[in-house]
């Protein structure tokens, strides 16, 4: 993989907020620790940006510290727990989301590869698999003057179902975490199935609870593996704190679904 030439001028790094706690912005690019899945997700990045998907980060390799050079996307982070983003942001997102999926189902790695989330060992798709973002919620977006314009953090990259990409997209997005009103909630939830128009909303409903648990599954085997950023969610209370939310999504369910009529 190749390296950068950093030189004597480097602008002063600054620190953002999120990730595993070693993001930092360095001029015009973010620089963030590696692990074992870095090549794997290098890999597909550039393979998307040769195919021409935009709203993603290019990469130019390392730095002299090890870590990986990604491009800055102006715009700002959204605040989930303070914010509902606007429903053409919401459509914007769910859109662009339609359109990586579509283009990455034709990637497909010459043999197996290791990405974070599948443990120790490479693996290879398998039948009806793509390799999804796996973290498409609405923290890792980036907008720019009201429109949704790029999604980030593409660590958690790997083999997956789309319809679990897009229910992990509505658990912060619509959002389903959080108590917006029944109504309210089967409305946005409308506009994501027309905007991606593959599955209904109940599918998609059973498709959030199952994706959001076995997230709580993964953060737990990653802070047995000690990923570093998984144990970062467990200072902020992961996995219990998802569990907890898992099962009062369970409890609203059913006034969501009388909401969608």
Same mark, same amino acid.
Do not use: F
């Given at each position: 993989m190749p390296r950068d030439d950093i030189g004597s001028h480097e602008p002063t790094p600054e620190h953002l907020p999120g990730g595993s706690g070693g993001v930092w912005k360095v001029g015009r690019t973010v620089r963030r620790p590696t692990g074992p899945w870095t090549p794997a997700v290098h890999e597909l990045l550039g393979w998307l940006a040769d195919e021409g998907l935009g709203g993603i980060p290019h990469v130019s390799g390392l730095d002299d510290e090890g870590r990986e050079i990604v491009s800055y996307v102006e715009g700002r982070g959204v605040p989930v727990d303070d914010e509902v983003v606007l429903d053409t942001v919401l459509v914007e997102a769910v859109a662009w989301l339609r359109d990586f999926h579509d283009l990455v189902d034709a990637y497909r790695p010459d043999g197996p590869r290791r990405w974070r989330q599948t443990g120790e060992a490479p693996v290879d798709l398998q039948p009806g698999q793509i390799v999804c973002h796996n973290d498409p919620g609405a923290y890792n977006w980036i907008i720019q003057s009201g429109h949704f314009v790029a999604m980030i953090d593409w660590d958690l990259a790997g083999p997956g179902d789309p319809i679990d990409d897009l229910a992990f997209l509505c658990?912060?997005?619509?959002p389903l975490?959080? %108590?917006i009103g029944a109504a309210e909630t089967?409305?946005?939830? %409308?506009?994501?199935?027309?905007a991606y128009a593959e599955w209904g909303p109940m599918t998609l409903l059973d498709a959030v609870e199952r994706r959001m648990t076995t997230a709580t599954e993964r953060i737990a085997a990653g802070i047995e593996r000690g990923d570093p950023g998984m144990l970062n969610l467990q200072t902020k209370g992961e996995p219990q704190r998802t569990r907890d939310r898992v099962a009062a999504f369970r409890e609203r369910r059913a006034d969501i679904e009388a909401a969608l009529g």
């Open positions: 658990w912060t997005a619509i975490y959080r %108590d089967a409305r946005r939830l %409308d506009l994501v199935v027309d």
